[in-house]
């Protein structure tokens, strides 16, 4: 992969980032290669062979939404590290079943079938509203009192 495609690919993505007003999702997806590289060496190498092979081309072409691309991304590297299913959550709060693209509004959150296993994060909208914050602090970051 060229220097010049990691580039163009960085550059439609901060842009999509900056007109949507979304967060970058790149810091908690190096955290799941980095969970996935310990527990999943053969999901590792497919995570990595797919960011290389489909996800910077995709993104580099400039063709297509580089949010919605990075979003499937995180849910295969969610899906790598623990199996189950990924929902979107709309502003009221209420999951619906992932279906790409995510709608920009809408957190997606793994949930893994394994009992016990909390939530993974895959997308977050650029500010969440009070029920998708309740939703994150219980279900990703396991608190057990609301703030």
Request: contains cysteine; hydrophobic residues 40%; proline residues 7%.
């Amino acid at each position: 992969m060229s220097d010049d495609l990691n580039a163009r690919a960085d550059a439609c993505l901060e842009a999509a980032l900056k007109e949507a007003g979304a967060r970058d999702p790149r810091e908690f997806y190096r955290e799941r290669l980095r969970e996935l590289k310990q527990a999943n060496p053969e999901g590792y190498a497919a995570a990595v062979a797919y960011y290389r092979d489909t996800l910077i081309p995709l993104v580099a072409s400039g063709e297509g939404d580089p949010l919605a691309a990075w979003t499937e991304y995180g849910r295969r590297l969610a899906e790598a590290v623990s199996p189950g299913r990924t929902v979107s959550v709309d502003a009221t709060g209420r999951a619906h079943p992932y279906q790409a693209p995510a709608p920009r509004d809408r957190l997606v959150l793994h949930l893994p079938d394994a009992k016990g296993g909390r939530a993974i994060l895959v997308g977050l909208p650029g500010e969440l509203s009070p029920a998708q914050r309740a939703t994150y602090d219980v279900l990703v970051a396991g608190k057990q009192k609301l703030r």
